[in-house]
């Protein structure tokens, strides 16, 4: 067994959200892996504030590919290697089984939870290990399990231990109060990162997710600032009239994409975050924006409606503005356009018709120009995807109000993170931390 | 008997103009009812029709406009107008055109196209004798709906320009 420290990412003192957000499987695949997670024994006093094995059941069953045995029906109830009967789990033809127990560290505050992973089928055990931390770290111990049986099954790494950003907007006395928040990937733990009575936007993720961009209005202006998570500590990053906006890490991290439009209509700047200079990459009197890098960070995929309505387009960082590549054609209008880490697969919002009045989430294969179309509501916009590539996470109405939802790549998976309160949007998924 | 019918009158009258979908109408309501006030006030000189014409249009602020489109619509332009001639007399008058879309469309667009509709309203009013540096332009894109709702008629509200003074 290997004695694993967890690595947990450090919070400033911020306040917990009025308003968690809470899961709802809307989609499943049709047949999903069968797995069996043993409630795991706790072996200390007390309760726990946390349960571990709901949390790997949660986590798996949400991305679709796996459906959990409820522990009613189970024959045996093992927390450890030698209390397994294979014969108990392949006469209910589960295919994988977890097991696992919590106990308290002696002469300490923290607890270890050890579990264990096995294929029933090969009679194998997978995998096993002691993982140490707090009390309220058990979330995210459950979350590193998750991500060693999902990576184990599927041959994925797992982001059950990444985390989303977003935006709430809620009606308060009146007035119209702005949130930017972060949340576990699954809405949980959520966090009120930045507060205000004016409009926050477009927030974004640096490369290796400690600290974050976005667009306040809190000076009346629309201005780019950076914010490190860790220490709360805030950077105004432009000054320039009129549109600020748009703010997108480079994937070394040195840099910013955005949108200016202080020489007249709005174009792409990049801005380098040491020495302050900006480099102008789009010139044209048209709308360009929602800039996203390619892997590689020499190109920089956008929207433009200089053909009249919004498509989207491709230029090296530094070329001739005349040197620019159409991306989308057959689409009445194509936006925020982002490709997938296979550098291929372009994620987007479409409308495909001036007739069709609706806005979706859809993948352009841009090498054979195959086009599929992920969600079937009508106003869904800011396609966000996960580190590891297996989900995207977008924002759409639902009975009025803004959700945000969760598709696999293949359109067969969804999920929903619906809030109590608010209009929740613009969701960006994290990079992995580690 | 004929009070109660006259109060009847007036409720219902009052229950209309709480519906969301008739703020236009109470907004004319009250400019037409604002400017007969002023008119019987100014005792000495009466207002000339141009001058009253100049009051009324001062009190349209918001301009709508169609979906997708970034130029005001015809019928506001004498309303500009008289915009641009009000500033262009008082030089000392600063104003903020705050720009609007509907949610349809990404956000980042949005705020372009609010953008888009806020500049031709600034240029208009500069050609017509306003200074540059009496207007500031603003954006809010999608994120400041003057109606919420998914229908045409939260739409139609929500793509919009508003003069603000400062």
Redesign the interface.
Known sequence: MINRALVLILLCASFSAKAELSIQITQGVDNPIPISVVPFAWEGAGVLSENVSQIVIDDLQQVGEFRALSPGNMLSLPNEENEVFFRDWRVLAQDYLLVGKITRATGSQLVQVQYEFFDVNRELKLAGEVLTGSVTQLRDIGHEISNVVFELVTGTRGAFTTQILYIVSEEVGGQTVFRLEKADYDGQRAQVLLESNEPIMSPSWSPNGQDIAYVSFETSLPRIYTQNIATGQRRQITNYPNINSSPVWSPDGNRLAMVLSKDGSPDIYVQDLLSNELIRVTDHPAIDTEPSWSRDGSAIVFMSDRTGQPQIYQMEVGASSFNVERLTYDCFQCMKGQFLPDGVNMVHVRRETRQDPNYQIAILNVETLRVITLTDTSLDESPSVAPNGSMIMYATKFAGRGVLDAVSIDGRVKFRLPSSQGDVREPAWSPFFN | MVISLFAFAACSSTGETDDAGSGSQSTSAGSSSGSATSSAGSSSGRLSQEEIRAQNALRQTVFYFDFDIAEFKSEDRDTLTFHARDLAANPNKRVRLEGHAD???????N???G??RANGILNYLIVNGASRSQIE?????E??PAQ???AESAYSRNRRVEIVAR
């Open positions: 949610e349809r469309g990404t956000r980042e667009y705020l372009a196209l953008e888009r332009v603003v954006s809010y894109g994120e400041r919420s709702g998914q």
